[in-house]
């Protein structure tokens, strides 16, 4: 055993429920060990959530098969071997690793195939329950570390599962203009109006399949794309320009920032060598149709995309009514079979009771 490690034996059981994030500020770039090539703003979601319970033993001996993974009650191979290897390079960071065996149980509160992207809320809950094994190993971490080192563990996963930590907005990645902004983890960000505390979020399902370039190799093409210097440049400033909006309650700028920073994320993969192309006809459809819809009620309402053909039609809670029999007559007739999913502003993480 490694010395500052107990020697022994504990078993138990814990579990967290974590929500995913949509980015207003993109992250899209990163150098080896998952650090951003510019920071990133993104808003907690509340019903996207993936819930993890995992039953350990710790002790001598123990590790020697470190993992049993279920998703939705099934064994489930490629993720299982995904979350190996994540623990195998975590060892360092979580030395109690090396001797626990783990039976993981997954599930998520959104449906399968719904083209909500979920490492953020999955590496979220993993990372939340290894901070929580290595406290009941361990013994506590100091006051304020705990959320800290789950966003730690989670970016090393996926990078926008940082930004999953915090109820409201999460900030990931340095910047000057925030002292405590950081590479390695996120942090909570609370600069914001009250106008902002009921935003909702409907996620418009345009097409739920696997998309034909993944988030990874998106970034990698990130790395010969002939503008990425101007966009890490535009993130940045797009950041604090965000950061004034946010403050006042200036809706309008707002919008027409997320909107810049969804348009400028389709431009790069446009851009990049080989250059390809994610929205589908119906995604413009549904941009169209946002932008007249807002000139025309001058609705709080605009978009924002993640890497995939899907809309987020971001909204005021006070304009639900209008935006609400909006989507019903005007846009629900491009998504695939006429989904959506309603969410909105979320209150972080949840312990679960063993
Ligand atoms: C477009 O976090 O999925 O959603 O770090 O490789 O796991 P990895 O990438 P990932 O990238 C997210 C990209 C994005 C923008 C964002 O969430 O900021």
Known sequence: MTPELPDQAHSGTLGWSCPSNIALIKYWGKKPGQIPMNPSLSMTLQEARTRMR???????????RRLRFRFEGKEAPAFEQRISNYLAGLVSELPVLSHTYLEIDSENSFPHSSGI????SAFGALALCLVQLEEEIRGPLEQGQFLQKASHLARLGSGSASRSMYPGFALWGKHE????????FAIPY????????????AILVVESGAKPVSSSAGHSLMETN????????QARENLERLHATTGEGDWQGFIE??????????????????????????????????????????????FTLDAGANVHLMYAGEDAP????????DLLRHCENGRFIRDRMGEGPQKLEP
């Open 226 to 233: 002939p503008f990425a210097r101007e966009r890490f440049a």
């Open 322 to 329: 209008l935006v609400e029999a909006f989507i019903s007559s």
């Open 117 to 120: 992207a979920s490492s953020a």
């Open 257 to 302: 920032l997320m909107e810049e920073e969804a348009l400028s994320l389709h431009a790069m993969m446009m851009t990049g060598r080989p250059g390809y192309l994610l929205m589908q006809p119906a995604t413009l459809s549904i941009l169209q149709g946002i932008r007249a819809f807002r000139q025309e009620t001058r609705c709080r309402v605009g």
């Open 177 to 184: 203009a925030w002292e405590d902004s950081s590479n390695e």
């Open 190 to 201: 609370q600069n914001y109006h009250r106008s902002f505390l009921d935003i909702r979020d």
């Open 54 to 64: 995992i039953q350990y033993a710790y002790g001598p001996g123990q590790g020697s």
